[in-house]
């Protein structure tokens, strides 16, 4: 079926051309006529021809006013100029549209016949060429998943990779950075942590075409395969690392992406971000995000929100060891000394008689941690700190003994981390409680402070409240109206001026705000001190 369209001011040509088309090509082709530019454009919104006969002096809205309307919506029509006149300027701005052919009037039927049969092959032709192409792109799109799958597996997996230019070029990749953002799923929340069931690997292949679907609609980026309970995204950058106000943005966008995540998918979602590194490098980001991830208990997290000392490098295989690791990061005591009896309850009834290697395991588990703990900031490194370590294991008369040595180690490097943490989010606590004291009086917000101590706003927001029992407003006001207080107490001062000082530059505001904090007007607070 071909759709024609034809415009034209004079009913007779109308059903001339008309009738011409039904009788010589017969029900293949359907017909609508209009005759004015306006009703041009109004009947191709909805009637979307293949072919348009134009004229070109129509009343109101001429034929190549009509033409560039209908080109906005329909790129792929087909337009046949027809004019009574031989105007060299409406020539060159059909020409100037992409028409196909300018018609003189008076047109015979052969005419038409033929421009009809030439517009109908070329309408073929786009049509076999679509085809074609939707043919290709449906290969790619079974193509490209194990493309991406094989790019992001190798890349951050392995040490020494050799094809990155191949895939780079394969996936049309030319920057030459990129960071990682690992996606986590599960079924809900339990202390700011996703739980995944088992069987929920089953379900995520089952969504995986919708996920890929969804995450590609809002980011330029490469999808990995799915892996346990998570999904690595690179996405690739053309700077080599990005600002504050770019990281917010970045975690801002993957906010609004896991909502629409779990508007389409039956599950709940995290993300974790790692920092911009080169492409070869980007093993490095994804042990960035895994960390955020692990860390971090906001529903997006990047990893300078959580750490500025180092990057945790090592993740096992093995879940009862990764989980182990994860409560040594979190300076969980009582988590990690079950995780690592639990592990050491394995080694002695799955090898008893393998001493030795449950001795290298327990120094590598309590070196591990202390790499961990080094990262972190918490502990510092010597050569001969460790000069003992050795002689210790091998000393030892049985496995309980050995056990006590291995727990007495890991409790030491879990409690420092653990008082690590503490100090640090004390210390962009303290930082942000003395800029809010010294700039009270200013239009502050809490994107001014977080972007002081350098933590995005959403985990900041948590921090704060965590560790100051107050949230950022409720502070702000506080320590405002603690100042306010000692202001009014200078009568040189007057409650306009106290106002502004305290950061509020409505006089009104502020008195209703001094109000509801002390249940007095600034005015009445005054009279009642006797100033």
Known sequence: MYRILIADDEGIML?????????SFGDGYEVATAKSGRAAI???????PDIVFMDIQMPGINGIQAIREIRKFNSAALFYVISAYDKFDYAKEAIALGVERYLMKPINKNTIISVV????????????????????????????????????????????????????QLLDVTEEYGYVMVIQFGTEYKNGKLVSPVGMNVRAQNFYPEFRAVVKSYLRCIIGPVMSNRVAVVVPNEKPAID???RIRVIEDTRQLLTRLENRLEAKFRAGIGRTKGIADLGDSYQEAYQALQEGSSRVIHVDDISRNG???????????AEMYRMVQEGDLEGMRREANGFFDWM?????????????????????????????????????????????????????ELRLWFLERMTAVCT?????????????????????????????????????????PYYFSKLFKEESGENFIEYLTRIRMERAKEMLKNPELSIKEVGMRSGYGDPNYFSRIFKKQTDMTPREYRERYGI
């Not at 109004?42 to 979307?48: D, I, R, S, V």
């Not at 990057?311 to 060891?321: D, I, K, L």
């Not at 918490?378 to 049985?398: C, H, I, Q």
Request: charged share 35%; hydrophobic share 35%.
């Open 15 to 23: 059903e001339a051309i008309r009738s011409i088309i039904h009788r």
């Open 416 to 456: 420092s981390i653990r008082n690590r943490k503490e100090e640090q989010s004390e210390s962009a606590v303290t930082r942000a409680q003395n800029y809010i004291q010294e700039n009270f009086g200013k239009d502050i917000s809490l994107d001014d402070v977080s972007k002081e101590v350098n933590i995005s």
């Open 244 to 246: 504050y106000e770019e």
């Open 311 to 321: 990057v945790y490098e090592g993740e096992f295989p093995a879940e009862t060891e």
């Open 348 to 400: 002695i009834q799955k090898y008893p008689k393998e001493t030795d290697n449950i001795r290298l395991k327990v120094l590598e588990f309590v070196i591990g941690a202390e790499r961990i703990a080094f990262q972190a900031g918490a502990v510092n490194y010597g050569f001969a700190y460790r000069k003992d370590y050795l002689s210790a294991v091998m000393g030892t008369e049985d496995f309980e």
């Open 42 to 48: 109004e009947q191709a919104e909805t009637f979307h």
């Open 117 to 168: 049969e030439e517009a109908a092959a070329k309408v073929d032709e786009k049509r076999r060429e679509r085809s074609d192409q939707l043919k290709i792109q449906e290969k790619l799109e079974t193509v490209i998943p194990v493309v991406e799958n094989s790019f992001v597996t190798n890349l951050l997996l392995q040490n020494d990779w050799q094809d990155e230019a191949y895939y780079k």
